[in-house]
């Protein structure tokens, strides 16, 4: 079992606003650590999102959007595309297991 | 461009040994901390392990501790994941990524991921 929790899956019809949640605890996302965040499509290489929090990198749509917030972090996603449908992922630091936690992971897809 | 290419996976029986290659273009490799990521089927990403940019520093996830071993040489713009006695729950595409910033920094990028079997 992860130690970042998300939804197993979320939807949406082209257009709309999706979110995900990414859980955690006092030893990692409610410390201060930062949450990124990552897009995976199967037999691909996983591609940075949003990092320290609330930044994209270059390249990256202002579609997509990262807050954070006491123990939780979110990634929003505006105006769904198809090309969108991916699983999506929430990374953050562990101080209790002195190392990188990933979120379980959320399928997003476009109706 | 910026890329990782791994290599060295493959179908090894439990007990068995293997050592993965990430190969770094693009940038200067000894700059950088480096990590190994892995997948395993139907599974999200777990952290592996990581590598200072000299080398000096590792560490690894307990589920691997005492087991794995990376490596890197800055010369060859190649980092290693050594993994000795294998079990069937190391089965994962294992990618290697570069990391940034400081304790809870970020990936960027990733390789395309090499997979690995672990099967009688």
């Known amino acids: 079992q992860s130690v970042l929790t998300q939804p197993p899956s979320v939807s949406g019809a082209p257009g709309q606003r999706v979110t995900i949640s990414c859980t955690g605890s006092?030893?990692?996302?409610?410390?201060?650590?930062?949450v990124h965040w990552y897009q995976h499509l199967p037999g691909t290489a996983p591609k940075l999102l949003i990092y320290?929090?609330?930044n994209r990198p270059s390249g990256v749509p202002d579609r997509f959007s990262g807050s954070k917030s006491g123990t939780s972090a979110s990634l929003a996603i505006t105006g769904l595309q198809a090309e969108d449908e991916a699983d999506y992922y929430c990374?953050?630091?562990?101080?209790?297991?002195?190392?990188?936690?990933f979120g379980s992971g959320t399928k997003v897809t476009v109706l | 461009e910026v890329q990782l290419l791994e290599s060295g996976g493959g179908l090894v029986q439990p007990g068995g040994s293997l050592r993965l290659s990430c190969v770094a273009s693009?940038?200067?490799?000894?700059?950088?901390?480096m990590s190994w990521v892995r997948q395993a089927p139907g599974k999200g990403l777990e952290w592996v392990s990581e590598?200072?940019?000299?080398?000096?520093?590792?560490r690894y996830a307990d589920s691997v501790k005492g087991r794995f071993t990376t490596s890197r040489d800055n010369s060859k713009n190649t980092v290693y994941l050594q993994m000795n006695s294998l079990r069937a729950e190391d089965t994962a595409v294992y990618y290697c990524?570069?990391?940034?910033?400081?304790?809870?920094?970020?990936?960027?990028?990733w390789g395309q991921g090499t997979l690995v079997t672990v099967s009688s």
């Open positions: 990524a570069r990391k940034f910033s400081g304790g809870d920094g970020w990936f960027d990028p």
């Open positions: 693009g940038f200067t490799l000894s700059s950088y901390v």
């Open positions: 590598i200072s940019g000299s080398g000096g520093s590792t």
């Open positions: 006092s030893s990692n996302i409610g410390t201060g650590y930062h």
């Open positions: 320290g929090n609330n």
């Open positions: 990374q953050s630091y562990d101080s209790s297991l002195s190392g990188f936690v």
